[in-house]
Nanobody, 121 residues
Framework: QVQLVESGGGLVQAGGSLKLSCAAS????????MGWYRQAPGKQRELVATINSGGSTRYGDSAKGRFTISRDNTKNTVYLQMSSLKPEDTTVYYC???????????????WGQGTQVTVSS
C-alpha cells in the first residue's frame, strides 16, 4: 500500500512563491512516476507537472515557465516549486503516483489528500 501526504500549501500574495512537498510511503519510490494536479470547483482535474523515474519532466500550460517539479529519491519526496503565483492558481493541489505510465491521469494509481493553495490579489 502506498500513502501520499502533501504539505506546504498556504496563503501567499500574487507574485509570490510557494513550495509544495509530497512524501510517499512504501518501497520502490525511485521507480515510480509522480505528478502534481489541481482541480477547481466545477472543473476537470488538470495537469500541473509530472516527473518520471528518470527525472524527465512535463508541465501543463498553466505551469510552464513558473513551476518546477523535482524529486529526492533518498527522501521518497516530490516537490513543486511555484513562483510568480497568480490568483487563478488558487485551488487544491494533489500529489499522485503512477506505477505505470506517466503520461495520462488515468495511469496514476495513488492520490494524496490535497493541499490548499490560496493566492491573494
Amino acid at each position: 500500500q502506498v500513502q501520499l501526504v502533501e504539505s506546504g500549501g498556504g496563503l501567499v500574495q500574487a507574485g509570490g512563491s510557494l513550495k509544495l512537498s509530497c512524501a510517499a510511503s512504501g518501497r520502490s519510490f525511485s521507480t515510480y512516476a509522480m505528478g502534481w494536479y489541481r482541480q477547481a470547483p466545477g472543473k476537470q482535474r488538470e495537469l500541473v507537472a509530472t516527473i518520471n523515474s528518470g527525472g524527465s519532466t512535463r508541465y501543463g500550460d498553466s505551469a510552464k515557465g513558473r513551476f518546477t517539479i523535482s524529486r529526492d529519491n533518498t527522501k521518497n519526496t516530490v516537490y513543486l516549486q511555484m513562483s510568480s503565483l497568480k490568483p487563478e492558481d488558487t485551488t487544491v493541489y494533489y500529489c499522485a503516483l503512477s506505477t505505470r505510465s506517466w503520461y495520462m491521469i488515468s495511469e496514476y494509481d495513488y492520490w494524496g489528500q490535497g493541499t490548499q493553495v490560496t493566492v491573494s490579489s
